[in-house]
């Protein structure tokens, strides 16, 4: 381990991610249901101090296990409060931590060039990218399973002996974050590759159940005491969550989405690296397949084969068939093949370069003119030449909103990070620097610098409602009375219910369920087409509204009620 940290290419790896990611995971308002929902545990804990099953959107139990968001309320009580910034930061240490351990993993198995390569081509894959910079419990599950799988292999280079301790506390993190997946994962891909090792099966199986079972300890003291707070309601909850989710019988439909669905989401999750990819098909001669004696060669390979790449391919193949065989798919769940992954195409970009293959060059061409592309164009959209009637449409006042706010934006400390691609662009194009790869990896950080800095903060804020918070919370100040909620959907709908996430963190989690209480006065926030299919009946039962505010983005309107008696 020492000489990791006494390593040069450790540290310039380590500032590389760090100063790529972490000053701009506060830029971004939040705009999605996801992120102020998993936010908004962590400011209950910290403003209830119950730290096992807070409550919170009027009511609700959080579907996950509480360790992401301890971490949040952990960082959060330094500041003060729960931040978008804060609120990040345990997605973005544990991607960093992810991308040192591949760099460590590969640098002692390989070669100092295939270690950072690998943990770079992770590190700018579109989907861990988003992740580690996402208030989401998946990138910290990621983390922890990828370090445990490295551990547990570890573990088997010293001969299988002794308890792998580390990596039975990673995969504890890793239940605790979101359930037994942490700990089932881990030990069914290292059951496998020992199997295929040739270890004795039952040696395997109860090693590997055993290391499983001492994982599952931090959660199942974690269930009790929940259990005995949430009662059959947590319960039931927990069994849709985990047993239902996997064995497809949830009483509800959750990201159901067909066989083929992880392909897609893989292919699009490695952008821009599938890019490369697809260009060296072309640079490839293909031959007709012979299926003769393939199977003796397969398994001829599999004995032969050095056991980081056998063990590398039973991470992607084992997590992308287990992640296949549920209807709820999500395109996160994935990650874990992730790191593994860049493993092969850094084997397979090194290959090309060394035959004589141009298509890493060609793919940095096309970095660098995309590269040079990007300002120009938001150059083009500042001089205001581009028309609003461009946009039509439910969502017109979306873009056109984003529009303005690329036209408007620019901090002066921004301006570095807008013309640094282009700068880079033309240095390719100039100098046609020889070392493909690293070009590559030059070209595409600098484009997330430039995305992360400026391009996707400012068109996402424009979706976000954080600026109309204030104007809410004038027309219906907490100290005049308590502000409800009513969604159809969400109030119909089986599991999972919808609230209005971002506007419960905004306002401090202070909205409550108008379904469920049935209050007597006070506010409703409500959609507009809730309002045209629920008011009527509403009446019927006694209340009358009147009209204090609309939002247009979502069209959100908030009333002030009273209920008169029939």
């Not at 509480?66 to 931040?83: L, M």
């Not at 929940?226 to 989710?245: H, S």
Request: aromatic letters at 16%; one cysteine or more.
């Amino acid at each position: 381990m020492k000489k990791f940290f006494t390593n040069r290419v450790f540290w310039l790896l380590l500032i590389i991610c760090c100063l790529t990611l972490l000053p701009f995971i506060g830029l971004s308002e939040y705009h999605t249901k996801g992120e102020p929902r998993e936010s908004v545990v962590s400011y209950s804990m910290l403003a209830t101090d119950n730290w096992t099953l807070p409550r919170n959107n009027g009511g609700e139990m959080a579907y996950k296990p509480p360790f992401f968001h301890w971490c949040v309320a952990a960082v959060s009580a330094i500041r003060g409060k729960v931040t978008e910034a804060s609120s990040r930061l345990p997605s973005a240490i544990a991607l960093i931590v992810m991308i040192m351990s591949t760099f460590a993993f590969y640098l002692r198995r390989k070669n100092t060039e295939t270690a950072i390569v690998t943990a770079l081509v992770a590190f700018t894959s579109f989907e861990l990218h988003r992740a580690g910079a996402n208030c989401r419990v998946d990138m910290v599950l990621t983390a922890a399973t990828v370090c445990s799988l490295y551990l547990l292999f570890r573990w088997y280079e010293q001969g299988m002996k002794g308890i792998p301790l580390l990596a039975i506390i990673l995969m504890g993190l890793g239940t605790l974050t979101k359930g037994p997946v942490g700990s089932l994962i881990p030990c069914l891909v290292t059951g496998i590759f020992l199997l295929l090792r040739r270890v004795n099966f039952f040696k395997v199986f109860f090693l590997m159940f055993a290391w499983g079972l001492l994982s599952l300890i931090p959660y199942a003291l974690w269930f009790y005491f929940a259990w005995q707070q949430g009662g059959t309601e947590f319960l039931d909850l927990m069994y849709e969550e985990n047993i239902g989710r996997m064995t497809s019988t949830m009483g509800y439909e959750s990201c159901v989405e067909p066989w083929y669905y992880n392909f897609i989401t893989v292919i699009l999750g490695y952008i821009p690296w599938t890019l490369m990819l697809l260009i060296s098909l072309f640079s490839l001669t293909w031959k007709k397949p012979v299926l003769q004696g393939k199977w003796q060669q397969i398994t001829r390979w599999i004995r032969e084969t050095n056991p980081t790449t056998l063990f590398s391919l039973c991470a992607v193949i084992v997590i992308f068939v287990f992640y296949c065989i549920p209807q709820s798919k999500r395109s996160v769940y994935l990650m874990p093949i992730y790191p593994f992954l860049a493993f092969f195409i850094t084997r397979y970009m090194q290959w090309l370069t060394t035959t004589g293959k141009k298509a890493v060059h060609v793919f940095c061409g096309v970095l660098a003119t995309l590269s040079i592309v990007l300002p120009i164009c938001l150059f083009v959209v500042k001089t205001g030449i581009v028309p609003e009637d461009i946009f039509h449409g439910r969502h017109a006042t979306v873009n056109i909103a984003m529009l303005h706010h690329l036209e408007d934006g620019g901090a002066w400390w921004q301006w570095p990070l807008i013309i640094l691609p282009g700068i880079l662009g033309c240095w390719y194009w100039v100098k046609r620097p020889q070392h493909a790869i690293v070009t590559a990896l030059v070209l595409i950080i600098g484009l997330y610098l430039s995305l992360d800095g400026f391009y996707t903060p400012t068109v996402l804020n424009a979706k976000s409602i954080k600026g109309e918070i204030a104007a809410m919370e004038q027309v219906a100040p907490a100290s005049k009375g308590v502000l409800y909620e009513y969604i159809e959907y969400g109030v119909k709908a089986k599991g999972d219910p919808v609230h209005f996430f971002e506007v419960n963190f905004y306002m401090g989690n202070r909205i409550e369920s108008f379904h469920q209480q049935k209050p007597e006065k006070g506010f409703l926030l409500i959609l507009k087409s809730d309002v045209e299919r629920n008011f009527p009946e509403f009446q019927k039962e006694g209340y009358r509204f009147k009209q204090l505010y609309e939002e247009p983005k979502r069209e959100m309107q908030i009333y002030e009620f009273t209920k008169e008696s029939l």
